[in-house]
């Protein structure tokens, strides 16, 4: 029962940062389950299964309580689905090491600029400059590589894509912080889908550590939502940021845990 609930509390704390921060928080949960004695595959497919869940919980949730503008991300999720389902298949075939290491410097650098900019507003009172979601369309070729690009890695990985999602939602394409992380949070659930089909035909989820930690996660995508729009823009930013961060160090096996 104590492993039970250790679980269900790790599941929670994951469930709260990853729907606060729009990730999908297979970047804490793979490390952890491999640690636990899974093999890879095993972890990774695990770790897809409960993403899974988070991240429905989160879109519902967000969908009530701030409004996610769907349109911007039907070309992202027209090639994220399918290269997620594609990712998790070749997942055993790819050199994970030095994909491993390109994202991590990714995120690393996108992560460091959020945090810059979140500092520079502190100073001089500025603020970014963000899109309006409301009359903004993101163009049919860009979104379509931002999906194939998330979601590849997402399968391939075992995270949710919202690692990737985020740096580019804000730094590329602009978008208030707030909608950035409803709409990676929506645009997670369906790859995580795709790829957490392939890894249960191939019976490659541990359900008996999946199921308490799945319990703790669903709780914590319950709330993560309702916390993050009564966030400031800045404090959100620095949230994200300081998370993208963690897991980019992680990535890079800088972090002790």
């Not at 990985?157 to 990737?164: D, P, S």
Request: aromatic fraction near 10%; charged fraction near 10%.
């Amino acid at each position: 029962m104590g492993l039970e609930l250790l679980y269900f509390a790790t599941g929670l704390l994951i469930g709260l940062t990853a729907t606060i921060a729009g990730i999908g928080g297979g970047v804490f949960m793979v490390p952890l389950f491999y640690f636990i004695d899974n093999d890879l595959s095993t972890a990774i497919g695990t770790s897809k299964f409960i993403i899974m869940f988070i991240s429905l919980i989160g879109t519902i949730n967000y969908s009530r309580l701030i409004r996610i503008h769907y349109r911007n991300g039907l070309w992202i999720l027209a090639s994220m689905a399918p290269l997620a389902y594609i990712g998790a298949y070749t997942s055993v075939m790819i050199d994970k090491n030095i994909l491993r290491l390109f994202i991590a410097l990714f995120i690393l650098y996108y992560s460091s600029r959020l945090l810059l900019g979140v500092l520079k507003t502190r100073i001089t009172g500025n603020q970014p400059v963000e899109a309006d979601p409301s009359i903004t369309r993101i163009p049919a070729k860009k979104g379509l590589i931002i999906g194939a690009i998330s979601g590849l890695i997402a399968g391939i990985t075992g995270t949710g894509g919202g690692a990737v999602n985020m740096p580019l939602f804000l730094g590329v394409l602009r978008l208030p912080v707030h909608y950035a992380v409803a709409l990676s949070t929506f645009l997670i659930f369906p790859s995580a889908v795709a790829a957490a089909i392939q890894h249960i035909c191939t019976g490659q989820v541990d359900y008996s550590i999946a199921t308490p930690f799945l319990l703790g996660a669903a709780t914590g995508a319950l709330f993560g939502p309702r916390i993050a729009v009564r966030l400031s823009r800045d404090k959100l930013r620095l949230i994200i940021g300081v998370v993208l961060l963690y897991v980019s160090l992680r990535m890079l096996g800088l972090t002790p845990f």
